[in-house]
């Protein structure tokens, strides 16, 4: 069974680095086609992609965010990472890791969320 | 502005049947992406419910259906019960992956 473990700070400054971490479990994320994905969730509203590292090492941004963004991953340690540099309020949200086996979708496992707070 | 468009909300009594809609262009569901819905409940994470338009993951009951027809969607509830009460959303590709606004479901 796969799953998907979430660690890192909720808490941010304004202009800050938000990083995160996702802990695959029974599964490599350097095998078999998929897509590993992070997702965020501003508390009350939708859902916004915010970009995956494919099993290769290819990773692909959200156009509105890639200047700040990049993902990563350890596949010694089988996680895959998010960093998003100088946070402002607007990137408040609750982040997920997920995975999807199919570019276009169909996020079939996800990690716990992890909400973040920006204030001074 | 989400790219999917929902109802804010629907409801309905136990026992009966409701519909979600999601409404795409053709940048999307017309250029016939696929949708896929999921199920959140409140402090969860979302649950994936239908993928690739109208297929159940194992586990999920055969009372969710789905269905895609040209620029929208839709996903069915038959025989609702208390604990079907979520926030769903669909989810397509436009370039990107792409969420409807959520549609809160109340049962009655």
């Known amino acids: 069974q796969v799953q998907l473990r979430q660690s890192g700070p909720g808490l941010l400054k304004p202009s800050e680095t938000l990083s995160l971490t996702c802990t695959v479990s029974?599964?490599?994320?350097?095998?078999?086609?998929?897509?590993w994905t992070w997702i965020r969730q501003v508390p009350g509203k939708g859902l916004e992609w915010i970009g995956y590292?494919?099993?290769?090492?290819?990773?692909s941004y959200n156009p509105s965010l890639t200047s700040r963004l990049n993902i990563s991953r350890d596949t010694s340690k089988n996680q895959f990472s998010l960093t998003l540099t100088s946070v402002t309020g607007a990137d408040a949200a609750v982040y997920y890791c997920?995975?999807?086996?199919?570019?276009?979708?169909?996020?079939?496992?996800w990690g716990q969320g992890t909400t973040v707070t920006v204030s001074s | 502005q989400s790219v999917l468009t929902q109802p804010p909300s629907v409801s309905g009594a136990p026992g009966q049947r409701v519909t979600i809609s999601c409404t795409g262009s053709?940048?999307?569901?017309?250029?016939?992406?696929?949708v896929h819905w999921y199920q959140q409940v409140p402090g969860a994470a979302p649950k994936l419910l239908i993928h690739?338009?109208?297929h159940r993951p194992s586990g999920v009951p055969d009372r969710f259906s789905g269905s895609k027809s040209g620029t929208s969607a839709s996903l069915t509830i038959t025989g609702l019960q208390a604990d079907d009460e979520a926030d769903y959303y669909c989810?397509?590709?436009?370039?990107?992956?792409?969420f409807g606004g959520g549609t809160k479901l109340t049962v009655l």
């Open positions: 997920a995975r999807n086996y199919d570019v276009f979708g169909g996020l079939d496992v």
């Open positions: 029974g599964a490599s994320i350097n095998i078999g086609g998929y897509y």
């Open positions: 690739h338009n109208t």
């Open positions: 053709s940048s999307n569901l017309g250029a016939d992406y696929d």
């Open positions: 989810q397509s590709f436009d370039n990107r992956l792409v």
């Open positions: 590292i494919f099993y290769n090492g290819r990773a």
